[in-house]
């Protein structure tokens, strides 16, 4: 499968998710409009993608709405279901600026609400 990358604009972050560089990544703001109609299609791509082995998402966000982090759950959970029963290994390392006690209580939450393995760093 091609690599999905979708361009930072102003209220949206970068997304990278490129199987053959190994790069797998969603970095910068995320408040967008409309976070469901925003995260389709990185649902859509982790359900048709043809990883082999393991992935690590990187996830580093400056801001998140609240809308988002539903959005963000509902992506975690479909990444967990696809990584199942595509026999792949699927983990998050979660980014947060040393302080932000905010993005650190979201994965945090992300933890307790999902199965996936969620590291914590703070940079």
């Known amino acids: 499968m091609s690599a ?5 604009r102003k209220n949206t972050p970068e997304v990278i998710l490129d199987p ?11 408040f967008p409009e409309n976070a469901k109609k925003y995260f389709a299609p990185i649902l859509d791509w982790f359900t048709f993608a043809k990883i082999n082995n ?16 539903i959005a963000i759950l509902e992506l975690f959970r479909h990444i967990e279901k696809s990584a199942a029963s ?4 699927a983990s998050i390392l979660w980014l947060y ?3 932000d006690d905010d993005m650190a209580n979201v994965a945090f ?7 996936l393995n969620i ?5």
């Not at 595509?86 to 290994?89: I, L, R």
């Not at 939450?109 to 199965?115: F, G, M, R």
């Open 54 to 69: 393991s992935i690590t998402l990187e996830v580093n966000l400056d801001y998140i709405s609240s809308s988002s982090v």
């Open 86 to 89: 595509s026999g792949y290994k």
């Open 97 to 99: 600026e040393d302080g």
């Open 119 to 123: 590291e914590i760093k703070a940079f």
């Open 4 to 8: 999905l990358i979708l361009k930072e």
């Open 20 to 30: 053959s560089s190994g790069k797998f990544m969603i970095v910068g703001k995320c």
């Open 109 to 115: 939450n992300y933890q307790k609400l999902c199965s």
